[in-house]
T-cell receptor, first 118, second 111 residues
């Protein structure tokens, strides 16, 4: 159990185009999902916190108009990179926290999406 | 600024030896501490977590936490070549909140 999927697993796009990445919890409901970004040889950096039915909370330095997050259901969050540029090329990873898991502190990571912007 | 610090390595150990990985954190309000293993190009996978001071053992892995020193470590006994990966230390303040990750330590186990 506790499987999180991401789609696509990798994407190559041209500069200026938009890319949507989906994060799904397959066998549990997730009130909260997190979006992280990892550049080569760097650690995971939190981009934003996505809560079902409400606006995402973005970390300092992350442009909310560029990285659009939608968490329309308890099993799906999407990250759209708008007008992508080569500097947005990175490994995007989501994680999900089980719904109503009070005090439960494990979050489950998706397999990641490798974005390359040409 | 909340930070998690790790030596980047590489840490090289022979097969069968004990590998010791260390991590320090700056936020005294941190309550939960996690060790993840990440293979190149893959997502992190949880090895173990620890909440209380002291040691916690799970198979070949032992996590050690010292909140007074703001220090957490991971020992890997009987290291195997398959343990070669980057090990990420992560912390958070309360359940259900985002994790703050260190940059990771690269471990190389030679056969």
């Amino acid at each position: 159990g506790a499987v999180v999927s991401q789609h696509p697993s990798w994407v190559i796009c041209k500069s200026g185009t938009s890319v949507k990445i989906e994060c799904r919890s397959l066998d549990f409901q997730a009130t909260t999902m997190f979006w992280y970004r990892q550049f080569p040889k760097q650690s995971l950096m939190l981009m934003a916190t996505s809560n079902e039915g409400s606006k995402a909370t973005y970390e300092q330095g992350v442009e909310k108009d560029k990285f659009l997050i939608n968490h329309a259901s308890l099993t799906l969050s999407t990250l759209t990179v708008t007008s992508a540029h080569p500097e947005d090329s990175s490994f995007y990873i989501c994680s999900a926290v089980p719904h109503l898991a009070i005090g439960y502190n494990e979050q489950f990571f998706g397999p990641g999406t490798r974005l390359t912007v040409l | 600024q909340k930070e998690v610090e790790q030596n980047s390595g590489p840490l090289s150990v022979p097969e069968g030896a004990i590998a010791s990985l260390n991590c320090t954190y700056s936020d005294r309000g941190s309550q939960s501490f996690f060790w993840y293993r990440q293979y190149s190009g893959k997502s992190p996978e949880l090895i173990m977590f620890i909440y209380s001071n002291g040691d916690k053992e799970d198979g070949r892995f032992t996590a050690q936490l010292n909140k007074a020193s703001q220090y957490v470590s991971l020992l890997i006994r009987d290291s195997q070549p398959s343990d070669s990966a980057t090990y990420l230390c992560a912390v958070n303040r309360q359940a259900g909140t985002a994790l703050i990750f260190g940059k990771g330590t690269t471990l190389s186990v030679s056969s």
